[in-house]
């Protein structure tokens, strides 16, 4: 892969997704010493997204690799479905520049390619919009889907891995995001 053209494509992504951040900031609880996102899921990496956490791991002292590296051991033996990330380190991202495309996402309300709305998990949790989060049906209340409010486009509005693969930027980039698969599988 070329480092310099996924950099150029993260410059833009991560223009796009502070400005989704404060288009919806009223609905967000995003705050440093969080870190819902990163203690319960799967993390779907795609072959892009491991290959530049990889760079930015092998640029970390072998002490950090080392102790990374055990907890990933211990996680592929016991093999969960849902985990603690295994970079995640007194609740902050310890390799948060060369983070997925999905953590970077993280938190936000977003669209699947149908259209339906993509909620924040921590809904569930009183957080991320809470206020617009019917929890017995799990999805967003009637009253926000009538606001469309949040249906402000920025060019990545849609944050799912497949329409994000078909963006002209990345298309022009070269690049190729490859299979998508749970993070301690790349290993
Ligand atoms: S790589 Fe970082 S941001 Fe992504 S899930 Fe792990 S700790 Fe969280």
Redesign the pocket.
């Known amino acids: 892969m070329s480092i310099e053209n996924y950099e150029k494509f993260l410059e833009v992504f991560n223009d796009d997704l502070a400005k989704m951040f404060d288009n919806q900031k009223e609905h967000l609880h995003c705050k440093e010493g969080c870190?819902f996102?990163?203690e319960r899921?799967d993390?779907p990496f795609s072959h892009l997204d491991f290959e530049y956490l990889m760079y930015g791991f092998k640029q970390q002292d072998k002490a950090y690799q080392d102790m990374i590296m055990e907890k990933i051991k211990k996680l592929k033996a016991e093999n969960p479905k849902s985990y603690v990330?295994p970079?995640?380190i007194d609740k902050k991202?310890?390799?948060?520049q060369y983070?997925?495309i999905t953590?970077r996402t993280?938190g936000l309300l977003s669209q699947f390619s149908d259209g339906e709305a993509s909620i924040p998990f921590c809904a569930n949790l009183d957080l991320n919009y809470s206020k617009y989060f019917d929890k017995e049906k799990q999805c967003i209340t009637k009253e926000l889907a009538e606001k469309r409010d949040w249906i402000v486009q920025p060019r990545v509005f849609s944050l799912n891995i497949k329409t994000i693969r078909n963006l002209d930027l990345v298309k022009e980039l070269g690049l190729d995001f490859g299979e998508v698969k749970s993070l301690i599988h790349w290993f």
């Open positions: 870190s996102c990163c899921g993390y990330c970079f995640l991202c310890s390799i948060y983070r997925s953590c993280f």
